[in-house]
């Protein structure tokens, strides 16, 4: 009998390799029943291509055109669409450089140095600036 201390630690390290669990569904696990359950999947694979008829190539054929018939002509509707909204910026791009040069003559005319213009032609007079102190004596 090996008797292991508890306090020492274990000198071996842990066992790393996976092993792999028994198949629960087939009743024998010999070589020759995995063969022959390799076999009948193959089978299976050649009887589903020998089912495909020549009806449903047809019909996938028409339907993947009928796709991509439908992609196309959404990709050209939104190329249009996309040059349509780029002319619609152009045309508010110019507007808005219009409205801008016009909103700066209008400034110009309003601005203080034109209101301070008319004042004085008028016979006002300047006051200078708002921010003087004023000193009062006692």
């Known amino acids: ?42 089978k299976t694979v050649k009887n589903r291509i020998q089912g495909i008829s020549p009806w ?4 996938a054929t028409v339907l993947i055109g009928a796709f991509g018939f439908l992609y196309l002509t959404h990709v050209f509707a939104t190329q249009k669409l996309l040059e349509e909204v780029q002319l619609l910026e ?24 034109d209101i301070y213009n008319k004042a004085e032609e008028a016979g006002f007079v300047n006051g200078g600036p708002a921010d003087k102190v004023i000193i009062i004596k006692k």
Do not use: F
């Open 1 to 42: 009998m090996i008797v292991q201390s508890p306090l020492k630690q274990r000198e071996t390290r842990p066992n790393l390799r996976r092993v792999p669990l028994p198949d629960t569904e087939s009743p024998s696990t010999s070589p020759k029943r995995k063969s022959d359950r390799a076999k009948s999947t193959s």
């Open 56 to 59: 449903k190539v047809i019909l």
């Open 90 to 113: 152009a045309e508010y791009n110019k507007a808005r450089t219009q409205h801008d040069a016009l909103k700066l003559q209008y400034d110009r005319l309003v601005g203080p140095a």
